[in-house]
Structures are given as structure tokens and as C-alpha cells.
């Protein structure tokens, strides 16, 4: 297996934890911490487009608010996974509120899509065993809360009985660090090469990329992108994206990676 994973956060706009509280907000441009949804609409426009030009099938972890707000034809053919219901620090949850924000995040799914979701990604990538417990539960076999050591062998491992299948992460030539979390690129603080490179080191596996879908339009630095800008943005996610196809790694969504590992011959 040599896969390229692409997954998506779908959230509330450049979102922050609010103290006092669980739900998280979206970082004050002036008006308020107040969760704000237009850059998480027309950013997931833009990657829809995108990944239907490259044929690429994405794994979108969606938040209960955020998917309720969003035109849900732009998932056709993605995988949606669960992300929370209000974007919460599951790690400050007690277990029965776990419980209920797993359900309202499970519902929003299901209504939005017509699909019970498989996979999961807990809010700012905090998780605690205690919400890993409770996963099949609510039918979840694949977690994606995590980050692993960078290595030519990114095969994904099952932990008490849900597959973990993480982000990457390591240094760069310079001993930076980076992990395949696309942020510092829309920050334009890495550039497309810095991934290729990351994945190039990676001999079997599932190479995991994320980004948030505000982020092709948004940058939390420097406020709302130009069209210019934005439109450089979405041309490094293609370069990133085209680039590890041509290394020959193949687009794989989180459910599909679980369906390989169960599938192959041990
Ligand atoms: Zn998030």
C-alpha cells in the first residue's frame, strides 16, 4: 500500500477555543468571537472543484454546525467523518457530554450525506482514551486525532480496535520541523516542495495531508485572501496534490485505508 490521503476539516471559520466554554468560536477580525461559516462554504467550493478536476476522492471531517450550513452536494462522492459538534476540546468534555456530542455530530452527518459516518477527527487533534473508548459506539472503526514520527513505513496500526491512521510528522532539510498539516503553507510559510519532499521519504503507507477548507480563502495571519491570493492558495494544494500523484501514490479516503488493512492477507 502507497497511499496519498487527502483529508479536510470542515469547520467554522479560523476557529478558536473560547474560555468559559466548550463550543469554539472564530478568531475577532473585529465583530467578535462569534463562529463565523462563510470562508468554510466558499473554501469547500473551491477544494470541491479542485479535487473533482484531479479525480481525487477526500476525507472530510465535519463539525455538526458547520455541515449544517453547507451545501452537502459539494461532499457527493467524499468521505464525511465526524469532527465534533460545536468544535469542542473533547478532553475537557466528562464522558455523558462526550456521549451527546458524538450523537449530534453522528445525526448531522447522516442527514447530510444519507450515510453513517466511519471515521473521526477530534477537534484541534486533542484526544484522550476515554473518547477513543466510546468510538464504536457510535459505529466509528478509524480515528485520524493523531500525529506519527515521520518514517519509510506509514502503515496505519490498530489500537484497541480502531485503526489509527495519522498525520505525519518530521523535519525538513534544515531539521525545521513539519508535518503534513498543510496550515504554514496558507500562511505562506512552507511552500508545496516541503511536502513533496516529506512524502518522497515514504516507501509504504498512507501518506495523511490535512488542511481546513476556511483556509483556501482565509488566512489567520492575515485576514480574508485576495482572489489573487486565494488563487495562489488553491494552486499550491494542487501542486501538493499533483505532485504526489506523479510519485505514484494513490488518492485513498480514511475508510478506504481501513478497508485495505482489513482486507489484506496476514
Ligand atoms: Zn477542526
Redesign the pocket.
Known amino acids: 500500500m502507497r497511499t496519498l490521503c487527502f483529508t479536510v476539516?470542515l469547520?467554522r471559520d479560523v476557529?478558536i477555543a473560547i474560555p468559559g466554554g466548550i463550543a469554539?468560536g472564530s478568531i475577532d477580525r473585529g465583530s467578535g468571537a462569534g463562529p463565523r461559516f462563510s470562508s468554510a462554504g466558499k473554501g469547500l467550493s473551491i477544494l470541491s472543484d479542485l479535487l473533482d478536476e484531479l479525480s481525487i476522492k477526500a476525507t472530510f471531517?465535519a463539525?455538526a454546525s458547520t455541515l449544517r450550513k453547507m451545501d452537502s452536494s459539494l461532499l457527493s462522492g467524499h468521505e464525511v467523518g465526524m469532527?465534533?459538534a460545536e468544535?469542542e476540546d473533547l478532553t475537557a468534555a466528562g464522558i455523558d457530554e462526550k456521549r451527546k456530542i458524538m450523537e449530534e455530530s453522528m445525526a448531522a452527518v447522516k442527514d447530510a450525506v444519507g450515510k453513517a459516518p466511519e471515521s473521526f477527527?477530534a477537534?484541534?487533534?486533542k484526544i484522550d482514551d476515554e473518547t477513543l473508548g466510546i468510538l464504536p459506539e457510535f459505529g466509528i472503526g478509524v480515528d485520524s486525532s493523531r500525529y506519527a514520527e515521520m518514517s519509510p513505513s506509514l502503515i496505519p496500526e490498530k489500537i484497541g480496535g480502531i485503526w489509527e491512521v495519522p498525520v505525519p510528522e518530521g523535519r525538513d532539510s534544515l531539521g525545521k520541523k513539519i508535518s503534513a498539516y498543510l496550515w504554514p503553507m496558507h500562511e505562506s510559510k512552507r511552500v508545496p516542495e516541503d511536502y513533496l519532499q516529506m512524502a518522497s521519504d515514504m516507501k509504504e503507507g498512507a501518506f495523511v495531508i490535512a488542511t481546513?477548507t476556511w483556509h483556501m480563502v482565509e488566512s489567520r495571519d492575515k485576514g480574508i485572501m485576495s482572489k489573487e491570493e486565494a488563487e495562489a492558495n488553491a494552486g499550491n494544494v494542487r501542486k501538493v496534490l499533483e505532485g504526489m500523484m506523479d510519485m505514484g501514490l494513490r488518492p485513498s479516503t480514511v475508510a478506504e485505508i481501513r478497508k485495505m488493512m482489513e482486507d489484506r492477507p496476514r
Do not use: T
Open positions: 476539516d469547520d476557529n469554539a471531517f463539525e469532527h465534533g468544535h477527527r477537534p484541534y487533534m481546513h
